[in-house]
């Protein structure tokens, strides 16, 4: 069962253009979430990640948006460059609790096309 | 600064085998992970450990075994390799909590 759900799997976008990746989640004692950026053949890193205490997290050309309500957050990637095609996984945990996990949503694949 | 290190890089078994993936993290992190990464399935935590001698299961832990003897160390153990344990698995390890974790380079695993 996902607790985390991610789209869309893949997407396409002129350079320039601005990438939109959504993430939904279902546990309400996540407390932090953080984006991974992923490219071929290595390991995911951290680009970005938010509290729910803030509805908007900004660094550089990438965004977080955080509705707590609703339980959704996604990334922006504005000014999309192709140096930005990669895979991008959102993810969610409880910081607080004792051995938190990561749970990951199921990535999106991001193209940008020069 | 070797982060986190995973060996070896690729592996092919045959249906049986088993084999143990290494990790070592020389970043002094308490907490680390095996995950593995399968198409449109995200990553799912095979086991955790947060200190030296404590570990537990993650959301996928059958077939496989981990232990934690030393900070820096910490294998995964596939006991009897299946086909449907092909997958891309990764090693993280984070100081504080799991949020910001830093991942190996992986490990891609055929079994045939």
């Known amino acids: 069962q996902q607790q985390v759900k991610q789209s869309p799997q893949s997407l396409i976008v002129q350079k320039g253009g601005i990438s939109i990746i959504n993430c939904a989640y279902e546990n309400t004692a996540f407390d932090y979430f953080p984006w991974y950026q992923q490219f071929p053949g290595k390991g995911p890193a951290l680009l970005i990640a938010?509290?729910?205490?803030?509805s908007e997290k900004k660094e550089g050309r990438f965004t977080i948006s955080f509705n707590k309500s609703a339980k959704q957050f996604s990334l922006h990637i504005m000014d999309s460059q192709p140096g930005d095609s990669a895979t991008y996984f959102c993810a969610a945990t409880n910081a607080k609790a004792a051995g938190n996990k990561l749970t990951f949503g199921g990535g999106t694949r991001v193209l940008v096309k020069p | 600064n070797a982060g986190v290190t995973q060996t070896p890089k690729f592996q092919v078994l045959k249906t049986g085998q088993s084999m143990t993936l290494q990790c070592a993290q020389d970043m002094n992190h308490e907490y680390m992970s095996w995950y593995r990464q399968d198409p449109g399935m995200g990553l799912r935590l095979i086991h955790y450990s947060v200190g030296a001698g404590i570990t537990d299961q993650g959301e996928v832990p059958n077939g496989y075994n981990v232990s934690r003897s030393t900070t820096e160390d910490f294998p995964l153990r596939l006991l009897s390799a299946a086909p449907s344990q092909t997958s891309v698995y990764f090693c993280?390890?984070?100081?504080?909590?799991?949020?910001?974790?830093?991942f190996g380079q992986g490990t891609r695993l055929t079994v045939v």
């Open positions: 938010i509290r729910p205490d803030v």
């Open positions: 993280a390890s984070s100081f504080m909590g799991f949020g910001e974790a830093f």
